[in-house]
T-cell receptor, first 115, second 114 residues
Framework: AQSVAQPEDQVNVAEGNPLTVKCTYSVSGNPYLFWYVQYPNRGLQFLLKYITGDNLVKGSYGFEAEFNKSQTSFHLKKPSALVSDSALYFC?????????????FGKGTRLSVIA | DTGVSQNPRHKITKRGQNVTFRCDPI?????LYWYRQTLGQGPEFLTYFQNEAQLEKSRLLSDRFSAERPKGSFSTLEIQRTEQGDSAMYLCASSSVEGLSEAFFGQGTRLTVV
């Protein structure tokens, strides 16, 4: 069975500092990995995905994520945080060759960027 | 097409009543998913359709829940005899059939059962 762990419920970072939101996953085969962001009273917005190829994936709003197969991780990063990045972030996984089964999400990490 | 649309945005109902939610996916998307999200949790999968066929249902989807996508376009999720534990945000998402595609989510319907 697929699963995702986001070990931090809350991440606080000062504006202008780099940020990292952690994610580890478990699948029996190869993973498709995704990051979504949720702002208050809004649906989930897609940020980026890893399918195959370069381990560093670039996405929307200056975010990027690094796939590490040996550590089964897919941490979300941004070099310089903005106050407007404050939101709830979800990591999700789908197993490759699983017939496009639904995404499995982590519990989410609340990012707070302080001015 | 402006994205996935869900109606209503909010629903307050008394315990025991039936409720129905609607989801209009992105028009060219064949796959449609329903998720439920409670406070402090990530979205939990309920069911999904490819065109009009319901391909998978989660064990979370009790007999009181039913979903349809009659013409492979919009979908409805009905909850019968609502319970307080049904209070949650119900999210709809759509994607193309192609396996690498991401899902696009609607803004959700927040259900409160009193």
């Amino acid at each position: 069975a697929q699963s995702v762990a986001q070990p931090e419920d809350q991440v606080n970072v000062a504006e202008g500092n780099p940020l990292t939101v952690k994610c580890t996953y478990s699948v029996s085969g190869n993973p498709y990995l995704f990051w979504y962001v949720q702002y208050p009273n809004r649906g989930l917005q897609f940020l980026l995905k890893y399918i195959t190829g370069d381990n560093l994936v670039k996405g929307s709003y200056g975010f990027e994520a690094e796939f590490n197969k040996s550590q089964t991780s897919f941490h979300l990063k941004k070099p310089s945080a903005l106050v407007s990045d404050s939101a709830l972030y979800f990591c999700a996984v789908r197993e490759w060759n699983s017939g496009n089964t639904p995404l499995v999400f982590g519990k989410g990490t609340r990012l707070s960027v302080i001015a | 097409d402006t994205g996935v649309s869900q109606n209503p945005r909010h629903k307050i109902t008394k315990r025991g009543q039936n409720v129905t939610f609607r989801c209009d996916p992105i028009s060219e998307h064949n796959r449609l998913y329903w998720y439920r999200q409670t406070l402090g949790q990530g979205p939990e999968f309920l069911t999904y359709f490819q065109n009009e066929a319901q391909l998978e249902k989660s064990r979370l989807l009790s007999d009181r829940f039913s979903a349809e996508r009659p013409k492979g376009s919009f979908s409805t999720l009905e909850i019968q005899r609502t319970e307080q534990g049904d209070s949650a945000m119900y999210l709809c998402a759509s994607s193309s059939v192609e396996g690498l595609s991401e899902a696009f989510f609607g803004q959700g319907t927040r259900l409160t059962v009193v």
